[in-house]
């Protein structure tokens, strides 16, 4: 079994105004394909019907009217009204008039518009004669068509308040057969102003199945962990390391148990390659890189000397990050300020130190890239000691003459860990809800992820060169700027991470929906 796909998502969006109106904000780059536009039935015929009923302060079950084989209820609670209202109810197919296409998202500061992410095709709008507050939520149900099948897609719910020209996410739906029930909010009260259009929006993602899955403990650090050739899962673990395989799990440990594991990657033989530093950091003990040996299962590590700058009297400086190039290993190190990225090939001998520029400490992410240099996502930087500021920033470690670029991306929100090279040629950094695209050139673009699935926590690289990230409730894919998303089938399942083995399947690993697991997907058909 590959991923299901649905053939056209329904997004039933409530989109409030007074008045109508609103604008589009931009200015993010990338292109997100919703699940509408990757199927292969075309939407619904458009179709609209308005409907009235009244309420009172004992609350009522009101049936939305339907349209294109849409229909529905909303359940209003208990309120301290004193008079009978009514409610005006309008089902569309198609977007009201006067009522704005775009839902703008603000994060951490930043504006952009996610309206090809929702792909909105069912409209619901609700206007109170009066104005009321209940005393809990409203619950609302959807019934959708009989063509349209639930069990291939995750349905989610928000609301959009005039009154406070904001989104709020209600979270995901349940489903049963045809009907699509909201789950209990936590808002204590829900008011509506009289008059005013309240507009609640429901879409989906499409569900990826997975062909097979196996128990395991999970990855407490997804980014400390590496696949070896032989497509054994190895995750750092405190002290040593858990082999994941889809026989079972066992754990084996560092020679130096006073040492934690802190970076993982696949080396140029196949095998498993880490990183690990003194857990009491003490004066004189240094930091590790080390391989693991499949066949016999032997750890084997290598001293990694401070560099001559470093003051005797410190401690043992830090180790972060590690990468694998054609034939050597490339590992962040440093205290502070002072930050390194080494070269050590498979024999334990650290070759080459070349220095950066105000990173605040080691363990961010980096990667070998096809044009033959170590990229490294960093922070604040400057030059000759002096810095020029806090934009976000990635730096270009050139081997061959041991200098370093730093290139500015202020397009990018809070760059984090977790740099690869995808098979397109860019490089591919986790953001604040996004991911970052840099090309070689030192360009850097932001593509926005839908956040109704949460923020991106890992990514990999498929064997087809795709670049593949997990978020807590689900995994989505990116080449060439074009992004799927994809849920778990679970309303509960908790994603941790996802892996790509070479033998093209993708391992992802959390708790499904009870228990650590680890699922097997199959991305030949994304």
């Not at 197919?93 to 703008?104: E, K, N």
């Not at 128990?215 to 696949?227: D, F, I």
């Not at 240094?286 to 401690?315: C, Q």
């Not at 998303?485 to 391992?507: C, E, I, K, R």
Request: one cysteine or more; glycine letters at 10%; aromatic letters at 10%.
């Amino acid at each position: 079994m590959s991923l299901a796909r649905v053939g056209w998502t329904v997004a039933l969006v409530a989109l409030a105004a007074c008045g109508g109106g609103g604008s589009a904000a931009g200015g993010a780059r990338g292109t997100f394909v919703p699940p509408a536009q990757v199927g292969s039935t075309s939407p619904p015929t458009p179709s609209s019907a308005t409907s009235t009923a009244t309420y009172t302060s004992a609350g009522a079950t009101i049936a939305f009217p339907s349209a294109g084989g849409y229909s529905g209820t909303i359940k209003l609670p208990i309120s301290g009204m004193l008079s009978v209202a009514t409610m005006t109810m309008t089902t569309s197919t198609a977007i009201p008039g006067g009522f704005p296409t775009i839902l703008d998202r603000r994060t951490a500061g930043r504006r952009y518009t996610l309206s090809s992410v929702l792909a909105p095709q069912l409209y619901e709008t609700l206007n109170s004669s009066d104005s009321v507050v209940f005393n809990a939520f409203p619950t609302i149900s959807f019934t959708v068509p009989a063509s349209q099948t639930v069990s291939a897609s995750a349905f989610y719910l928000s609301l959009y308040d005039p009154t406070l020209a904001v989104w709020t996410d209600l979270g995901r739906m349940s489903a049963y057969r045809q009907t699509l029930s909201s789950l209990v909010y936590t808002m204590t009260t829900f008011s509506m102003h009289g008059n005013l259009n309240y507009l609640f929006a429901m879409y989906s993602f499409p569900i990826e199945h997975p062909t097979s899955s196996f128990a395991s403990s999970s990855c407490s650090k997804p980014s400390v962990a590496a696949v070896s050739s032989n497509d054994v899962l190895w995750c750092g673990a405190g002290s040593g390391f858990e082999k994941i395989t889809s026989s079972g799990s066992s754990f084996i440990s560092l020679p130096n148990t006073a040492y934690t594991v802190e970076g993982m990657t696949r080396g140029p033989d196949g095998n498993a390659w880490f990183t690990a530093e003194s857990t009491a950091r003490t004066l004189g003990q240094l930091a590790l890189y080390g391989e693991i040996d499949e066949t016999s299962g032997t750890v084997t590590t290598y001293a990694v000397p401070n560099p001559s700058s470093f003051a005797s009297s410190e401690v043992s400086y830090q180790i972060g990050a590690i990468t694998s190039g054609p034939s050597s290993l490339y590992f962040q190190t440093g205290v502070g300020a002072e930050a390194f990225v080494e070269t050590g090939d498979t024999s334990g001998n650290v070759t080459q130190s070349v220095k950066l520029y105000y990173v605040n400490s080691a363990g961010l992410s980096l990667a070998y890239a096809s044009d033959g240099n170590v990229w490294v996502v960093t922070g604040p930087f400057g030059t000759s000691g002096t810095a020029s500021g806090e934009e976000s920033f990635v730096t270009k470690v050139t081997l061959s003459g041991g200098t370093t670029t730093n290139y500015a991306a202020p397009a990018c929100p809070a760059p984090r860990s977790n740099l690869v090279q995808g098979g397109d040629g860019n490089l591919y950094i986790l953001a604040s809800n996004g991911l970052c695209t840099v090309t070689t050139s030192g360009v850097a673009t932001f593509t926005p992820i839908s956040p109704y699935l949460q923020l991106p926590i890992d990514l990999t690289v498929a064997t087809d060169g795709s670049v593949w990230y997990a978020v807590p409730k689900g995994v989505g894919r990116i080449y060439g700027g074009t992004i799927i998303q994809y849920a778990d089938p679970m309303l509960h399942d908790v994603s941790q991470g996802v892996f790509a083995l070479p033998n093209g399947t993708l391992w992802e690993i959390g708790t499904f929906p009870s228990s650590e697991m680890v699922q097997v997907l199959n991305p030949s058909s994304p």
